[in-house]
C-alpha cells in the first residue's frame, strides 16, 4: 500500500514540529542549568509562552520582563509601609524603610535599563543587573543587621527573595552571553 505524498508531508511536519519542541525545551533547560536558580528559572521560563519562540537573549528578556513587575510590586509595598510608619511615628521602622525605598527606587531604575542593549552591549546589562541585585539585598540586610538592636524583621523578605532570584538568573544567562568583560566572567 502506497502513502499519499501529502500524508508524508504532514507526517515529516509533525516530526519536525515535535522535534523543534524537545530542541526549545532543551534549550530552557541548558540555559537555566547556567544559573544560580535552575529551578526557579525553568519554571518561570516553561510558564511564559514567550519562551517557545526565544534564543537565549530572549530567555534573559522574559526573565528581565518578570523581574521588573515584581521589583515594582514590591516598591509600592515599601513606599505604602513606609507612609504607616511615617503616620504611625515609628522612627526606627520608618528609617529602615525609607533606606529600603531609596533602594528599591535604584533597584527599578538599574532594571528599566537591563534589557535596553541586551545582545549588543551585554556588560551594560551585566552591570545594571547587578546594581539592582546589589539594592535588593542592601534592602533586606538593613533589616537583618538592625533586628539585635530591637529593629523588626523584615516585613518584605519574600518579595526581596523574588526579585535577588529573578535578576540572578537573568544575569547568570546573559553572563552566558558573554561580554568581553571581567565582571562577565565572575559568578
Do not use: H, W
Not at 519562540?53 to 513606599?79: C, M, Q, Y
Not at 540572578?168 to 552571553?177: D, P, R, Y
Request: glycine fraction near 6%; include cysteine; proline fraction near 4%.
Amino acid at each position: 500500500m502506497k502513502i499519499p505524498a501529502r500524508t508524508q508531508v504532514l507526517f515529516l511536519l509533525l516530526v519536525l514540529f515535535d522535534l523543534y519542541g524537545l530542541l526549545r525545551a532543551d534549550l530552557i533547560a541548558d540555559t537555566c542549568r547556567k544559573t544560580i536558580y535552575p529551578g526557579i528559572c525553568v519554571s518561570t521560563l516553561r510558564s511564559n509562552p514567550r519562551s517557545a519562540g526565544a534564543d537565549v537573549a530572549g530567555l534573559a528578556r522574559i526573565v528581565f520582563d518578570t523581574a521588573l513587575p515584581k521589583a515594582n510590586s514590591t516598591l509600592n509595598l515599601v513606599n505604602e509601609l513606609y507612609a504607616k510608619a511615617l503616620k504611625a511615628k515609628e522612627k526606627s521602622f520608618f528609617e529602615y524603610l525609607s533606606n529600603c525605598l531609596n533602594q528599591y527606587e535604584e533597584a527599578v531604575s538599574s532594571l528599566n535599563g537591563c534589557t535596553e542593549y541586551l545582545g549588543s552591549d551585554n556588560f551594560g546589562t551585566v552591570l545594571r543587573a547587578t546594581q539592582a541585585v546589589s539594592y535588593v539585598l542592601i534592602c533586606e540586610k538593613e533589616f537583618i543587621a538592625l533586628r539585635p538592636i530591637g529593629g523588626r524583621a523584615s516585613p518584605i523578605t519574600a518579595q526581596n527573595n523574588a526579585v535577588e532570584q529573578l535578576v540572578s538568573i537573568a544575569l547568570g544567562i546573559v553572563k552566558s552571553l558573554g561580554c568581553n568583560q571581567p565582571i562577565c566572567s565572575f559568578s
